[in-house]
């Protein structure tokens, strides 16, 4: 592998489009002529893992990455987030050598949960347009959870584990972790033997990943089912003006407090105007649209400066007729706090 990636970078180097660059950019040519090579090899190497380590912009490596394979005109495979996420496993210094018993586990079971729970993120829209790398850290983490939910576990934050595991936190990975609880927490409350009326507790969500991930696909329709059921019990309920009563509606159909915190059900029950705001799953940028500034144009004859003409100030002061209708008005309001007084 090492000659493989050798001779790609004498190629390319030679090329004309890579004879004058600086070193930030020959550094990630280095890069991604090992990039190239891992992956005809089938090694599951990601690009943010090469951009990690040569410590320098995501966009300069893809750019590099990019024009690289067409002047090296080879047909790289392409890597499935899930064949990377077993390599990514093995990273994490959690055996029983290196942690105690009790948070020790290996890097089979961590990768065979992960890869079930990533692809649960890919069918609810979090892996769409998304970096791999905190996808796979929220991933795992979640998954040393569940496999295992004791207490001394659950108290385990992202930070702290990464910690434990010896591996440096993304801080985008919580973001990710929070989405997916979400996910989890929505589909688990279609879990048939859960009681009803009772709302699912974070903590319980994570002693659920089993039977979630599990049924995940009967679980998926029944959350639209319910979710649309609401959807349209709530337009119902605002046509004929009557407020929908919370023992008529189930607790996931009422007002939901995410695991996250954000109110994103609530925000979808409403009436809002862009329609990712009404969908239980949909991708990241049609559920947080970004809001384009309107540029107003100024009008350049107007500099707050000007002179107030006599009609404008005329137009503010009260009319004789009007002074004396308010003078009536305040002398009758005077006299019904007198009557309502007296009696």
Known sequence: MEELAEDFYRRSYSHASFLRLSLQKKEALVGCCVLVSCRLRNWPVAMG?????????PALVGGVYQELLKILDVDVPKTNITDILEAHCREYKLSS??????????????????????ELAADSWIVTGRHPIPIMMASIFLSWQSLKPTKTRLKYSLNKFCKLSKMPMNKTA???VAEMKEVLWKLGQELPWRRVG???APDDVLRN??????????LLRAALQTHEETLQTHKETLGTGIQPSTEDLRPEQGE??????DSDEEDSLA??????????FAPPCVRHPKIRRVDT????????????????IDSYIRTPQEMRDYVQTQHALLSEDAQSKGE
Not at 256 to 261: A, Y
């Open 256 to 261: 939901l407090k995410s695991v996250t915190g």
């Open 97 to 118: 050598a290196d942690v105690p018993e009790e948070l020790a586990e290996s890097s089979k079971d961590l990768a065979t949960r992960s890869v079930a729970l990533v």
């Open 297 to 312: 144009a100024e009008r350049a004859d107007v500099n707050g400066d000007e002179e107030i003409s006599d009609s404008e």
């Open 271 to 280: 009436p809002a105007a862009h329609w990712g705001k009404r969908m239980l």
């Open 174 to 176: 919580l973001t990710r």
């Open 198 to 200: 009772e709302e699912m």
């Open 209 to 218: 990943v089993a039977d979630i991930l599990q049924h995940r696909y009967a």
């Open 49 to 57: 893992s090469i951009t990690c380590l040569l410590e320098t912009d």
